[in-house]
């Protein structure tokens, strides 16, 4: 875990020009990536569906095993596109991963997304663009279904006056 984080601070540092935070979003991302799935329903839907354990939230942040993060990245990927409205197959294991990852960005693009990095970044199946891809679809998803934010109720102060 520390050396992993070390050795990306190392590579941040010598061709970012980023501040030192820029190193803890995917992190981030990748939790907020988790609360929006469990919104959508992934855990009864996709989970169950794939019949594996639900992601941690550090899944897509960290390289763990390439082939089964590659083949998770393109079925959550196809999941949420679906979720969108759109016709979208389950990817197979033995589908040309090139392919896949050329489908998968040609929706993200639809949505009005730039893809600003090399597609063959997404072979690994982990990382800040393999993140940025399923946020993106997640988001389009949350629109789809037309999920809305409740107005947060704030708690009364009843019982703090009390003390004056």
Do not use: C
Not at 89 to 106: A, C, G, K, V, Y
Not at 114 to 124: E, G, R, T
Request: net charge negative; no cysteine; glycine share 6%.
């Amino acid at each position: 875990g520390t050396v992993l984080l070390l050795r990306m601070a190392h590579k941040q540092a010598d061709g970012g020009d980023a501040g030192p935070g820029h190193l803890y979003s995917p992190f981030v991302i990748m939790e907020d990536l988790l609360d929006k799935l469990k919104l959508l329903d992934y855990e009864l839907e996709f989970v169950s569906e794939l019949k594996m354990r639900p992601l941690n939230r550090h899944y897509f942040v960290i390289q763990t095993n390439p082939g089964e993060q590659f083949f998770l990245f393109t079925s959550l990927s196809a999941w949420l596109i679906r979720k969108t409205g759109k016709q979208f197959p389950q990817p197979q294991e033995f589908d040309d991963p090139n392919t896949s990852i050329s489908n998968i960005l040609e929706q993200v693009r639809k949505m009005g997304a730039v893809i600003d990095f090399a597609p063959s970044k997404l072979k690994q199946g982990f990382g800040e663009q393999a993140i940025f891809v399923l946020d993106r679809l997640a988001d389009e998803a949350l629109r789809a279904v037309q999920f809305k934010w409740n107005t947060p109720i704030h708690p009364t102060n009843q019982g703090l006056d009390d003390e004056e």
